[in-house]
């Protein structure tokens, strides 16, 4: 499911507002120039590879790259008994920006993202279907959770894949 909260800093225990209504949410983030589409969600045996979802999803991430330039995709997937989970989620936990847009679409699972904007700091998290646009250089960190659980597609303009510039700010999640 959907949700997104608006916290105002520095009072970061408890949300100002708190929406679920995905229309309310696209609308909101599409003011602060962040994408957020639904598409179909496929049905995906446990055991699915990357390039059979790849493929499930390719007339999307085609319209996609034509779209937008994007030229490569990917796809990450975190399970709660993943070995590195802990390395990871800290990793993304630390605010950091990218050069190209971050473009993610939850085939499974959920995960949380934050997006300060000025004294407020959103927290959108995305479950399976949902497809977010973050633009370029724009300052954000990711919670994968505890115990991660989730599969997504990630589609890059720089071929070379994940690479994030970390600003050093204070998180929270
Ligand atoms: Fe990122």
Redesign the pocket.
């Known amino acids: 499911m959907t949700t997104l909260s608006i916290y105002h800093r520095p009072h970061i225990t408890h949300p100002v507002r708190h929406l679920t209504s995905f229309s309310d949410i696209s609308a909101l983030l599409a003011n602060a120039g962040i994408q957020l589409e639904r598409w179909h969600i496929a049905t995906i045996a446990p055991d699915a590879g990357s390039e059979e979802l790849l493929r499930l999803y390719d007339a999307d991430i085609e319209r996609l790259k034509q779209q937008e330039g994007y030229t490569s995709a990917d796809v990450i997937k975190l399970t709660p008994d993943h070995a590195e989970r802990q390395a990871l989620r800290e990793k ?1 936990l630390q605010e ?1 920006t ?1 050069a190209e847009d ?1 473009v993610r679409f939850f085939v499974h699972g959920s995960g949380t993202f934050f997006v300060p904007l000025d004294n407020q700091v959103l927290r959108l998290t995305c479950g399976a279907g949902d497809l977010l646009r ?1 633009p370029a250089n724009t300052p ?1 960190w ?1 919670d994968s959770g505890e115990y991660p659980d989730f599969v997504a597609i990630r589609i890059f303009t720089n071929p070379a894949g994940w690479v ?1 510039l970390f600003t050093g700010a204070e998180t929270f999640h």
Do not use: D, L, S
Request: net charge negative; aromatic share 24%.
């Open positions: 993304f950091h990218h971050e973050v954000h990711f994030g």
